[in-house]
């Protein structure tokens, strides 16, 4: 069992920054690749970005490469999402979700979730 809890969330003006974090709890943290995935009001959650067990290899939505950068610290049980240049378009609720098997890119593939922090971006 993993429980995720997010953080970080906020209201921000455009081109400003945000860093989201994700505590979890449980000895097997480090089992787990990672993901963010966002829902906008009226729209479904969408992929945003992802991460292997061991940090190796990073995943991104196309459209947030090159602002959004995803990383972990397993020590601390956390991963963490750097929002840079934000856009009133990335406003959403942000959730964290822990997967062991299947895609990466599926929420679907996503067996633990965290309650979602939320992001406003004012113009």
């Known amino acids: 069992q993993v429980q995720l809890v997010e953080s970080g969330g906020g209201l921000v003006q455009a081109g400003g920054s945000l860093r989201l974090s994700c505590a979890a709890s449980?000895?097997?943290?480090?089992?787990?690749?990672m993901g963010w995935f966002r829902q906008a009001p009226g729209k479904e959650r969408e992929f945003v970005a992802a991460?292997?067990?061991?940090?190796?290899?990073?995943y991104y939505a196309d459209s947030l490469k090159g602002r959004f950068t995803i990383s972990r610290d397993n020590a601390k049980n956390t991963v963490y999402l750097q929002m840079n240049s934000l856009k009133p378009e990335d406003t959403a609720v942000y959730y964290c979700?822990?997967?062991?098997?299947?895609?990466?890119?599926?929420?679907?593939?996503?067996?633990?979730w965290g309650q979602g922090t939320q992001v406003t971006v004012s113009s």
């Open positions: 979700a822990a997967r062991r098997v299947g895609s990466i890119w599926s929420q679907d593939s996503y067996d633990y």
């Open positions: 449980g000895r097997t943290f480090s089992s787990y690749a």
């Open positions: 991460i292997t067990w061991s940090g190796s290899v990073l």
